[in-house]
Nanobody
Framework: QVQLVESGGGSVQAGGSLRLSCAAS????????MGWYRQAPGQQRWLIAS???????NYGDSVKGRFTISRDNAKTTAYLQMTSLKPEDTAVYYC?????????WGQGTQVTVSS
């Protein structure tokens, strides 16, 4: 099993930056495909970025060029560096580990971007 804990959310003005962290417990972090999702009020949860076990990153169009996903397998932590934040980035951000056909989720961290 994997337990995930997000941190780093908060309130920021448009154009600002935040770095989210997702700390994982357990011994299989290195086997996870890690993803960051977000969910705005009244909307479904969307995948915005993912990173493979080998470090290959993919991004949704809404964040491409502004967000960077990374992972440190030695620290069993995934990161989401967010720059040029916009009010429409306001959401609860969740990290996800997908491994052996199972999904594990963190509790989420709120990001609020004001104009």
């Amino acid at each position: 099993q994997v337990q995930l804990v997000e941190s780093g959310g908060g309130s920021v003005q448009a154009g600002g930056s935040l770095r989210l962290s997702c700390a994982a417990s357990g011994t299989i972090f290195g086997l996870c495909v890690m993803g960051w999702y977000r969910q705005a009020p009244g909307q479904q949860r969307w995948l915005i970025a993912s990173v493979s076990r080998g470090g290959t990153a993919n991004y949704g169009d809404s964040v491409k060029g502004r967000f960077t996903i990374s992972r440190d397998n030695a620290k069993t932590t995934a990161y989401l560096q967010m720059t040029s934040l916009k009010p429409e980035d306001t959401a609860v951000y969740y990290c996800n580990c997908r491994v052996f056909g199972n999904d594990y989720w963190g509790q989420g961290t709120q990001v609020t971007v004001s104009s």
